[in-house]
């Protein structure tokens, strides 16, 4: 414990000196920006000082007793005291010439790249940023640590990006990302300084799979925040990921797709995909995994859907993907045996088949609609998720056309719909319950078909279901049914079906605002003789009268068609008696 202790300390003190060493350069960083004059000169030693401020971070403590080294630091130290009262004079505006100020800065200039120089020299030569047993690391700041101390830290890393050798790039990458992974001020701070982006791009061509890897790591972190997703294309971060996609490895293909979905949900991106031929790299990902079943590969398939998905927002693209044979190729991944495949293919398609006629149609006579209704079958293997998407894309793809209306019908969609009300996962049943909501929206010949085939005793269900939607959904469908005739009489052919309805209208629950549906019911009811005697005699007529006598409209006018009616029935006994 005393010698872990020990080594902990001479960590801290190692630390403080680095700190000190990079003091005197940072003071000259700060006050430069301050300068008018000769901006573009200035910014050229700016560049250079933040290059000698990374290597310094790097060195190991014990390094400033290195004799070449000391005698580095004494020039620099000269050249910085120089350079600030050329600084001073700039501000004061106090140099005696232009031409031989902008002599002076440039031999300044000279003198800081060939610390730079000299520096990495000395550093690769005497494999400080090796994986030895002489590696430093600044120790990485607490949860509380202020913006300078996380600074510090990634400008050391931002070092051992630059001159560490392979391993000690990647284990640099790796301590990046688990930081911007764990604070957001760590992606904030990075974004601030000067080459970061630069050599993140530059690793994303790197012949070393690991220092790929993990440079794409940091890059789909950093596109996730919209404001740098946009800085991140206009360093050209699209073409290198398109690379990747071509010739990567799996694992980089498939950091590369999250990046390209993340850059497009932009669509003003779309074009830079496209531009660099990524449109035919992401079909031909979906045309091979069409014959992979393996996990990683549909994943990446999966991905490779969502990116085109983004992209097809397009005109031009989306009529682009169609001559490719995007559509053929999307109907084969919903066959396929992978779920990410599957589900990326039922979402494409639903986009492909949005707002667009002439494109639901390619869709249709590829056989679209028996394909996504097969996955609806109770009997294939299709996941819940899969299922509840292809429900979504069958409403898109149907909406508006009786024609195909009449194939979902003909292929079994309103079996499939029922058996999941009656049988399937909340969520499913959830979404099982919009796909019966929008069929009792078509038209009077699918509402009769649903109460031929039995939803009405399933949707009342739902009625007094936890979840508010479901319970509205419930009854605005039924409101649709009930307004068929023979759909009535069905409806009130079971007594506790009436029950409930004038049960759940209680006046002691405050105005529920289902109730104003759940009344529109009842009143659809008092059209059918059988419906009024059934209300009539029910236990929970009282809440109804309630209603009325508190002046609620929709009550109201139950009540004096119930009464008009109950008249009508004694004068009809009189007059036969």
């Avoid at 031929?277 to 859907?305: F, W």
């Avoid at 996504?372 to 998407?389: C, N, Q, W």
Wanted: hydrophobic letters at 40%; a neutral charge; glycine letters at 6%.
């Amino acid at each position: 414990m005393v010698e872990q202790n020990s080594d902990l300390a001479g960590t801290t003190t190692g630390n403080s000196k680095l700190r000190q060493a990079t003091d005197q350069i940072s003071s000259l960083i700060f006050l430069s920006h301050s300068i008018k004059p000769f901006q573009s000169k200035w910014k050229m030693i700016r560049t250079k000082l933040d290059e000698i401020l990374s290597i310094l971070a790097s060195l190991p403590p014990e390094s400033h007793e290195n004799t070449a080294l000391s005698s580095i630091f004494h020039s620099i130290e000269q050249t910085t005291d120089c350079c600030n009262n050329l600084a001073q004079k700039c501000i004061e505006h106090s140099y005696s010439g232009k031409l031989l100020m902008q002599s002076d800065l440039d031999i300044i200039l000279v003198k800081f790249d060939s610390y730079v120089k000299c520096l990495s020299e000395f550093v690769n030569a005497d494999g400080m940023l090796s994986t030895g047993n002489h590696a430093i690391v600044v120790s990485r700041p607490g949860a509380a640590a202020s913006r300078d101390d996380i600074k510090f830290y990634v400008k050391d890393l931002l070092c051992r990006f630059k001159i560490g050798r392979v391993e000690m790039k990647i284990q640099a990458l790796i301590s990046f990302n688990e930081v911007i992974q764990e604070d957001e001020r760590y992606v904030r701070i990075a974004m601030e300084i000067e080459g970061i982006v630069h050599v993140l791009m530059k690793f994303l061509s790197s012949k070393e799979i690991r220092v790929q890897e993990e440079a794409l790591k940091s890059v789909v972190m950093i596109c996730g925040f919209d404001s740098y997703k946009s800085v991140l294309v206009g360093f050209g971060v699209v073409g290198p990921l398109i690379k990747v996609l071509e010739s990567g490895s799996d694992l980089g293909k498939e950091l590369s797709t999250r990046c390209l979905m993340k850059c497009t949900a932009n669509s003003d991106n779309a074009w830079a995909v496209s531009a660099h031929g990524g449109v035919s790299t992401l079909l031909k990902i979906c045309e091979i995994g069409c014959d992979d079943a393996s996990a990683g590969g549909g994943e990446l398939v999966g991905l490779a859907c969502g990116v085109l998905r983004n992209l097809i927002g397009v005109d031009e693209i989306r009529r682009f993907v169609v001559e490719e044979g995007g559509i053929p190729l999307s109907i084969n991944l919903v066959r396929s045996k992978n779920e990410a495949s599957q589900i990326g293919a039922i979402e494409f398609i639903q986009v492909m088949a949005s707002g667009n006629e002439f494109v639901r149609g390619l869709i249709v006579n590829e056989g679209g609609i028996r394909v996504l209704v097969r996955v609806l079958d109770p009997k294939s293997s299709y996941s819940s998720k899969a299922r509840e998407k292809s429900m979504r894309a069958l409403l898109m793809l149907c909406s508006d056309s009786v024609g195909y209306m009449n194939s979902l019908k003909s292929y079994g969609f309103m079996d499939h719909i029922l058996y999941f009300l009656h049988n399937g996962e909340v969520s499913i049943q959830e979404s099982a319950l919009r796909a019966a909501s929008w069929l009792s929206a078509t038209s009077d010949e699918f509402k009769k078909a649903m109460g031929d085939a039995g939803f009405i005793p399933e949707l009342v269900k739902f009625l007094d279901a936890k979840s508010f939607e479901g319970r509205e959904i419930a009854a605005e469908t039924i409101l649709r049914l009930v307004e068929v005739p023979r759909n009535q009489k069905r409806f009130v052919q079971t007594d506790q079906n009436v029950n409930l309805l004038l049960q759940l209208i209680d006046p002691e629950e405050g105005n529920s605002s289902n109730r104003k549906v759940l009344l529109s019911i009842i009143m659809s009811l008092t059209i059918c003789h059988e419906g009024r005697k059934k209300i009539l005699s029910s236990g929970y007529l009282k809440n109804l009268e309630k209603l009325a006598e508190d002046q609620v409209l929709d009550a109201k006018k139950i009540i004096r068609n119930l009464s008009s009616s109950r008249i009508r029935s004694i004068i009809r006994g009189i007059w036969h008696s």
